[in-house]
C-alpha cells in the first residue's frame, strides 16, 4: 500500500537549532536555499541536504515527557501520514515539486541536549531521515508527500 501525507511545515535556519518555519522552500540539489549548518563536517552536503521528522514523532517523543514544537529537532520537513520509521535508505519520496531519497538514518547529535538532556539517547531508533534531492522544485506547507519506493 502507497504511503500519502502532507508537509506540515518547512524550516530552516542560517545554522543550528531550532529551525524556523517558511512559507516556501526551494529544494535544488546542493540543498535548500536559506538553509546552512554549522558544523559541515557532520550536517548537510549533498547526501544529506534534507532532514526529515514527522508530527508522529513528536507525538512519540510528549508521550515520554519532552514537549517540542516542529522545527526543533533540526528537521527541514516536517511530514504528517508518513510512518518514517517504516522506511529504508533508497525510499523515495515526492515531496511538493520536488523529489528526494533517503540517504541515512539521522544520527543524533549532542546539540539536541538543548532541547532537553535525555533527547539524544532518548530520540535513538526514532530520529527521522537525512535525504539527498534529486529533483529540484518548491515545497510548502500543505504539499503532498508520497512514497515512491
Same mark, same amino acid.
Given at each position: 500500500?502507497? *504511503?500519502?501525507?502532507? #508537509?506540515? *511545515? #518547512? ?11 517558511? &512559507? ?5 540539489? &546542493? $540543498?535548500?536555499?536559506? &538553509?546552512? *549548518? @554549522?558544523?559541515? +563536517?557532520?550536517?548537510?552536503?549533498? /547526501?544529506?541536504? #534534507? !532532514?526529515?521528522?514527522? =508530527? ?10 519532552? &514537549? ?14 508518513? /510512518?518514517?520509521?517504516?522506511?529504508? =535508505?533508497?525510499?523515495?519520496?515526492? #515531496? ?9 538514518? %539521522?544520527?543524533? !547529535?549532542?546539540?539536541?541536549?538543548? !532541547?532537553?538532556?535525555?533527547?539524544? @539517547?532518548?530520540? +535513538? ?6 535525504? +539527498? ?10 504539499? $503532498?508527500?508520497?512514497?515512491? %519506493?
Amino acid at each position: 500500500m502507497k *504511503q500519502t501525507g502532507t #508537509v506540515e *511545515q #518547512v524550516s530552516t535556519s542560517p545554522g543550528g537549532i531550532p529551525k524556523r518555519a517558511v &512559507d516556501v522552500a526551494h529544494f535544488t540539489p &546542493d $540543498g535548500i536555499t536559506g &538553509d546552512w *549548518q @554549522k558544523s559541515r +563536517k557532520y550536517h548537510g552536503g549533498p /547526501d544529506r541536504a #534534507v !532532514c526529515l521528522y514527522s =508530527v508522529e514523532l513528536y507525538a512519540w517523543l510528549r508521550e515520554r515527557g519532552i &514537549d517540542l514544537s516542529p522545527g526543533a529537532v533540526g528537521e527541514n520537513l516536517t511530514t504528517r501520514g508518513i /510512518d518514517l520509521d517504516s522506511l529504508a =535508505v533508497g525510499s523515495r519520496l515526492r #515531496v511538493g515539486m520536488a523529489m528526494i531519497e533517503l540517504t541515512d538514518v %539521522r544520527i543524533p !547529535c549532542a546539540t539536541l541536549k538543548k !532541547c532537553d538532556p535525555l533527547l539524544p @539517547k532518548l530520540i +535513538k531508533g526514532h530520529s527521522g531521515w537525512v535525504a +539527498k534531492i534529486l529533483e529540484a522544485g518548491a515545497v510548502r506547507a500543505g504539499d $503532498g508527500v508520497e512514497v515512491l %519506493r
